[in-house]
C-alpha cells in the first residue's frame, strides 16, 4: 500500500521538487540494475513492491502540495515593479528631511524596541508626526532591505538603510582577533551539529527557559545518541561551538559519560603535537634570522599618512600599527592582514611601503593578475604622487622596451616601488636593496611562486593582504604560529551588497542592468566561457540596446584587454562582459551592480571574491546570481549559493572562508592526517586545542583554563522583549561567556546598550555576573554556592591567597568563617548575591595588595 494511502487530504511539502523527480528516477533504475546484477535472486521486484515513478510523481503533482526551493524559478514568481531605496546611513537629518518631503505612507522596520524608541523620539523633536494615525509608522522586525512601491504611495525602509550596518564588535587582547568569526552563534541553525568541548559531538535542538532555584535560567538544547539531553546554562556557551568539517563527512553523535569522547580528544592533541611542533621549529628558524630595523615616524611619513582621505577604522589603524611595530624589529616581518574587500587594507600596505622607502630600501608588490597589478599601479601612483618616490611596474600591459628600462632602473635603485604579476619572481629581475615585499592573494598564486615566495621571505619584511584566507593561513593565522591583524569594520557609510540567487531570465538581466544605469551607475556580467562570451555580449546589447559594451577576457591581445578595461575603468562603458579576471582588483565605486551567470559552477570564496567588485561605495549594491532554469543543482551547489546570499552582511569574508573549507573539504589544510582529526572533533575547536598546543610547546600557560562556576541562584537570561532575535540572544550569551577582562565588559555593556536601549535588569546581571567570575578566577576561587543567605567559597589548589591571610580575614570579621575547601561568608542585610559576593572578594582582593616593607598584615 503506498504511503500516501495514509496521508489523506493532507498536504505533502516536497523540498526541491525537481532534485525529487531526479533521484525518484534514479532509484528506480538502480533497483533494476540491483535486481539483474543479482540475477533475479533475493532481489525486490521493482515492479511488485516498488511505486512506479510516472504514478508517485503524477500524484505529487495531483494533491495538494508545498513545493519548496531554495531558488525560486523566475517564471512562476509574483513580480512586484518595485524600487530599492536611497541608504542613509545613521544620517538622520537627511531622513527627516525625506521624509518632510514624502507624500505617501512610509513605515521603518527596525531591529528592536530601543532604536525604534530612540527613532521616534528624534524624528518628533524635528517637528515630524510618527505613530498610529499619522503617515509615518514604526514596526519592530527584520527586513533584508527596503522598497518602494511606486503608484502605491508606500515606501518600506529597513533597518539597515536608515542606521549604519550593524558590525560584531571586534574584541581586542588574548580572546579577541580572528576566532570570534568561527566561534560566533550568529549562523547556527536548529538541527545543526555542534561540539560541546567536554561531552562531544551533538545536535543543536534550541534554547529553553528553566527555573533554576527560583530564578529563569536559559539554557542551550543538545540531543546526544540515545535520546539523551545536554542543557548548557549561558555562562557555559564558551564550552560550545558549532561543528564545521570536511564536505560531506558528518560524524556520529557522541554518547553522553561514554568516554569515547576523551580519547578522541586525546588521539587528536597527540599527533597535534608532533605537527605543531615541526611548525614551530620552522617559524622559530625564520624568526632567528637577523632583518632589517626600520626607522620610525619620520616628517614625511607623518604628512603621507595624514594625507589619506578618508577616516581610518578601528582596526585599520590597529593593523597599520602593528605592521609598524613588526618593521621597527629587526626580525624579518611576516604578517598576515586579513579583511574583507574594500576594508582599506591597501592603505596599510601603501603606509608600509612609504616607510620602507624613506629608510633607503625598495618595495615589491605581487598580485595574481595583471588586471590587479594595473589597478595597484593606478592606487599606487596617484597617492605617491606629491612624494618623491618612483613607483613602477612590469606586466604585459607593457612594451618589451618598457619593462627593460624598468628593470634597469630597479637595479639601480632608481625605481622605490615596482608592481607586477609573479614576473617580478624571474631571475631577470633584480633589486638594488629589497626591503619589503607585499603579496597579495598569496593563495591564487600557483606552487613555484609560492617556493620562491618562501625564500624571500627568509630575507626581506613580507606583508600578505587577503581577503578570503585560504584554510592553512586561516589555521595558522587564528593559532598563533603566524602574526595575523584583522580589518572587519566596514568603512563609514558601507552597505551591505543585495543578493539574490535566480533562474536565469532575459528579463531579470534586462531589469537589473536598467535599473543600475537609471541611477547612473555600471554593472559587471560575469560569464567564464571565453568560447561564449561574445555571444553573450550581443545577448545584453539585444537586451538593453542604449548600453555601451566592453568585453574583457584573458586571452586577449593585451592592447585591447587594456583598452576595454580602461573604457570601463574611465567610464566610457555601461557594462562590461568579463571572465573572473575581473575577480580580483578593479575598484570603481560607480560599479554597483553584478550579473554572475552559472553561479552554480564557482566555488564559495571565489563568489565572494567577484560580489567583492561592487557595494565599493555610499550606494547600496545588487548581486544577481544566474542558475540554469532546467538544471537539478547538486547539493553542494545550493549550499554555496545559499551561503553567499545568507553572508550579504558586512565583513563576512572569514566566514565565508570557513564555511568555504567545510564545503570543499580540508584534505590540503595540514595535510591528510591532520583533515581526519578536523573531522573527529570539528574545525573550532581544532582551532582551540592547537591553540593550547602551541602555547604549552612554547611553555606558556593556555588561554582556555577552567572557569569559576557561580552558582548564585540569579536570573541568568535575556528578555526575549528586549532582544527578540534568538540568534542575538546567543552571540550575546557566547560573547559574556567568552569575556577574559573587565574592559571587554565595559565594551559589550556599551555596545548593547547602544543596540537595543537602556540595560534591562536581567542583562545588568548578566554584566555583573561575568565581572564577578573574572575577580573569582583572579583570585583562585573555583566554585561559589549560595546556600540560603551564605556564599561558600571552594578555593582552587593553586589560589593566590595566603592561608595566614584568610585566618587573619576571619578574624577580622565575624561573618567569615573558614570551610575544609575555603570559607563562607554571611550575606549583609539588603545584600543581593552579587553586591554581597562583590563585598567577600573586595575583601580577598585587599589581603593580595602589596604591604609596605616591614608593614604587618592587617585588615
Not at 504511503?3 to 493532507?10: C, I, N, S, T, V
Not at 525560486?72 to 545613521?90: K, Q
Not at 543538545?222 to 560550545?240: H, S
Amino acid at each position: 500500500m503506498p504511503a500516501w494511502e495514509h496521508l489523506g487530504a493532507w498536504p505533502v511539502a516536497v523540498l526541491e521538487p525537481e532534485a525529487v523527480r531526479s533521484e525518484v528516477e534514479a532509484f528506480w533504475q538502480r533497483a533494476h540494475e540491483d535486481r539483474e546484477r543479482r540475477g533475479g535472486e533475493l532481489a525486490l521486484d521493482p515492479e511488485e513492491g516498488l511505486v512506479r515513478p510516472d504514478a508517485l510523481l503524477a500524484r505529487l503533482e495531483s494533491a495538494p502540495a508545498i513545493h519548496v526551493r531554495e531558488i525560486d524559478p523566475e517564471e512562476r514568481g509574483i513580480h512586484f515593479a518595485a524600487r530599492p531605496v536611497t541608504g542613509y546611513a545613521g544620517d538622520l537629518r537627511r531622513l527627516g528631511a525625506d521624509l518632510r518631503r514624502a507624500s505617501g505612507t512610509v513605515v521603518l522596520f527596525l531591529g528592536n524596541t530601543g532604536r525604534a524608541d530612540r527613532l521616534q523620539d528624534v524624528l518628533r523633536e524635528g517637528g515630524l508626526a510618527v505613530g498610529e494615525g499619522t503617515r509615518i509608522l514604526t514596526r519592530v522586525g527584520a527586513l533584508s532591505g527596503g522598497f518602494e512601491l511606486p503608484g502605491s504611495g508606500l515606501t518600506v525602509l529597513a533597518d539597515g538603510d536608515v542606521f549604519p550596518e550593524e558590525v560584531h564588535l571586534h574584541l581586542r587582547g588574548p580572546r579577541g582577533g580572528a576566532r570570534s568569526f568561527l566561534s560566533d552563534f550568529r549562523d547556527l541553525k536548529v538541527s545543526d551539529l555542534v561540539v560541546h568541548q567536554d561531552h562531544g559531538v551533538g545536535r543543536f535542538l534550541g534554547l529553553e527557559t528553566i527555573e533554576v532555584g527560583g530564578a529563569a535560567h536559559e539554557f542551550m538544547v543538545l540531543a546526544y545518541q540515545g535520546g539523551d539531553k545536554l542543557k548548557v546554562p549561558v555562562e557555559a556557551f564558551d564550552r560550545v561551538q558549532k561543528y564545521a568539517s570536511v564536505e560531506g563527512n558528518r560524524p556520529a553523535i557522541d554518547k553522553l559519560g561514554s568516554g569515547s569522547w576523551e580519547k578522541v580528544k586525546k588521539r587528536v592533541k597527540k599527533a597535534m603535537r608532533d605537527m605543531a611542533a615541526e611548525l614551530l621549529q620552522l617559524y622559530a628558524e625564520r624568526k632567528a634570522r637577523p632583518g632589517h630595523a626600520f626607522a620610525g615616524e619620520s616628517p614625511w611619513q607623518r604628512e603621507f599618512e595624514e594625507a589619506f582621505e578618508y577616516e581610518e577604522t578601528e582596526d585599520q589603524a590597529a593593523a597599520i600599527a602593528d605592521v609598524a611595530a613588526d618593521m621597527a624589529d629587526a626580525t624579518p616581518m611576516d604578517r598576515l592582514v586579513c579583511g574583507d574587500v574594500g576594508y582599506g587594507k591597501t592603505e596599510v600596505a601603501m603606509r608600509a611601503a612609504m616607510r620602507a622607502v624613506l629608510d633607503g630600501k625598495q618595495v615589491a608588490l605581487l598580485t595574481p593578475t595583471t588586471i590587479l597589478a594595473f589597478q595597484h599601479w593606478k592606487t599606487f601612483r596617484k597617492r605617491f604622487a606629491p612624494f618623491p618616490v618612483t613607483v613602477d611596474m612590469i606586466s604585459r600591459f607593457r612594451t618589451p622596451r618598457e619593462i627593460k628600462t624598468v628593470l634597469q632602473g630597479t637595479g639601480e635603485g632608481r625605481i622605490d616601488v615596482l608592481l607586477g604579476t609573479h614576473r617580478l619572481l624571474s631571475k631577470d629581475v633584480v633589486f638594488r636593496d629589497l626591503g619589503l615585499l607585499v603579496v597579495d592573494e598569496e593563495q591564487r598564486f600557483g606552487v613555484a611562486a609560492k617556493e620562491k615566495l618562501k625564500q624571500l621571505k627568509t630575507t626581506v619584511d613580507c606583508l600578505t593582504l587577503s581577503a578570503t584566507p585560504i584554510p592553512r593561513t586561516l589555521q595558522m593565522g587564528l593559532a598563533g604560529i603566524r602574526d595575523m591583524s584583522v580589518i572587519e569594520t566596514p568603512p563609514k557609510d558601507r552597505l551591505a551588497i543585495q543578493t539574490m540567487v535566480v533562474k536565469f531570465s532575459t528579463d531579470v538581466i534586462a531589469s537589473a542592468i536598467r535599473q543600475e544605469l537609471a541611477r547612473d551607475g555600471q554593472v559587471y556580467f560575469v560569464h567564464n566561457r571565453v568560447e561564449s562570451i561574445y555571444a553573450v555580449a550581443s545577448m545584453v546589447q539585444r537586451l538593453v540596446p542604449e548600453a555601451r559594451i566592453a568585453v574583457a577576457h584573458g586571452q586577449m591581445p593585451e592592447a585591447e584587454l587594456e583598452k576595454a578595461m580602461l573604457a570601463f575603468v574611465e567610464g566610457r562603458a555601461d557594462v562590461l562582459v568579463a571572465t573572473t579576471i575581473i575577480e580580483n582588483g578593479l575598484d570603481i565605486p560607480r560599479a554597483n551592480t553584478m550579473v554572475i551567470n552559472r553561479a552554480d559552477r564557482y566555488g564559495l570564496a571565489q563568489l565572494y571574491q567577484l560580489r567583492g567588485r561592487v557595494g565599493r561605495s555610499e550606494r547600496r549594491a545588487f548581486a544577481y546570481l544566474l542558475v540554469p532554469p532546467d538544471t537539478v543543482l547538486s547539493e553542494v551547489a545550493r549550499k554555496r549559493l545559499a551561503a553567499i546570499r545568507e553572508f550579504s552582511d558586512l565583513g563576512a569574508g572569514f566566514r565565508i572562508a570557513a564555511l568555504d573549507l567545510e564545503l570543499r573539504g580540508a584534505g590540503n589544510l595540514l595535510g591528510g592526517e591532520q583533515s581526519g582529526h578536523i573531522q573527529a572533533v570539528g574545525l573550532d575547536l581544532y582551532v582551540k586545542l592547537l591553540e593550547q598546543t602551541i602555547l604549552e610547546l612554547k611553555g606558556q600557560e593556555p588561554r582556555d583554563g577552567p572557569r569559576a562556576v557561580l552558582h548564585l541562584r540569579l536570573e541568568m537570561r535575556i528578555p526575549e522583549g528586549y532582544v527578540p532575535e534568538v540568534h542575538q540572544r546567543m552571540s550575546l550569551y557566547k560573547r559574556l561567556s567568552q569575556v577574559r577582562d573587565a574592559r571587554e565588559i565595559d565594551a559589550l555593556r556599551a555596545e548593547i546598550r547602544d543596540r537595543y536601549g537602556a540595560l534591562p535588569r536581567e542583562v545588568e546581571g548578566l554584566l555583573r555576573y561575568a565581572a564577578l567570575r573574572l575577580r573569582a578566577e583572579a583570585l583562585g576561587v573555583a566554585q561559589v554556592d549560595l546556600v540560603a543567605r551564605t556564599l561558600h567559597l571552594r578555593l582552587a589548589p593553586e589560589t593566590p591567597l595566603r592561608p595566614e591571610a584568610l585566618a587573619a580575614l576571619v578574624q577580622a570579621h565575624p561573618v567569615l568563617a573558614p570551610t575544609v575547601q575555603g570559607l563562607k561568608g554571611a550575606l549583609g542585610e539588603g545584600q543581593d548575591a552579587l553586591e554581597g559576593l562583590a563585598t567577600l572578594f573586595g575583601l580577598l582582593e585587599a589581603t593580595l595588595a602589596p604591604r609596605a616593607p616591614g608593614r604587618p598584615d592587617r585588615l
